[in-house]
């Protein structure tokens, strides 16, 4: 069974601050989704890393697929407390055709003004 | 255009009883997929349907079912309900490219006691 090892649960911090938030598994995936998922409403996709090694960066937020397709990270500079949310990462296993993710456990984001 | 719309928002049943929770994916596309999201986990993957063909299960028991429409619209259906069945319900569609994200309804709140 693959899993999708997220760290840490919970994050509360102060306005300003940087954070990572971790993604870790023993399987390879073909692609890995980062979504956000804010009370009330389903995920939103922030963005999709593919390639071993990739980095990808969305204004303030930096993602990272590790070499091996086995991990990522999402890398927040100066949050803000609009960032507060649920992030989720998901991953695509080899030969998927999509429609099947693997998510994570999500880490709660709390920015506090 | 519309996103992916679901229904109902919420719902309270009575264990034992039987659900019918419906979605309708994003216009152009035929492929839709369904998850399980408990209060503080990430989503589980319940079922992906493309073309009206069941084309992924999760490790969810017989009494979850679904099934997908010639408009691509789609039901989950759940019988003999318990009260571990009580999480938000997401449906998802994507189009059928490779690393095609998958874009969320609302999702449904079922409740049951």
Avoid at chain 2, 90 to 100: I, K, P
């Amino acid at each position: 069974t693959q899993l999708l090892e997220q760290s840490p649960q919970f994050l509360s911090i102060q306005e300003g601050e940087n954070l990572t938030v971790y993604c870790n598994s023993s399987s390879v995936f073909s692609s890995l989704q980062w979504y956000r998922q804010e009370p009330g409403e389903g995920p939103v996709l922030l963005v999709t890393v593919v390639t071993g090694g990739e980095v990808k960066k969305l204004k303030r937020l930096t993602f990272q697929f590790g070499d091996a397709r086995k991990d990522s990270s999402l890398h927040i500079t100066a949050a803000q407390p609009g960032d507060t949310g649920l992030y989720l990462c998901a991953g695509a296993s080899l030969g998927n055709q999509g429609g099947k993710l693997i998510f994570g456990q999500g880490t709660e984001l709390s920015v506090k003004p | 255009d519309a996103g992916v719309t679901q229904s109902p928002t919420h719902l309270i049943k009575t264990r034992g009883q039987h659900v019918t929770l419906r979605c309708s994916p994003i216009s152009g596309h035929k492929s839709v997929s369904w998850y399980q999201q408990v209060l503080g986990q990430g989503p589980q993957f319940i079922f992906q349907y493309y073309e009206k063909e069941e084309r992924g299960r999760g490790n969810f028991p017989d009494r979850f079912s679904a099934r997908q429409f010639p408009n691509y619209s789609s039901e989950l259906n759940v019988n003999a309900l318990l009260l571990g069945d009580s999480a938000l319900y997401l449906c998802a569609s994507s189009s059928d490219r490779t690393y095609s994200p998958l874009h969320f309804g609302n999702g449904t709140r079922l409740t049951v006691t």
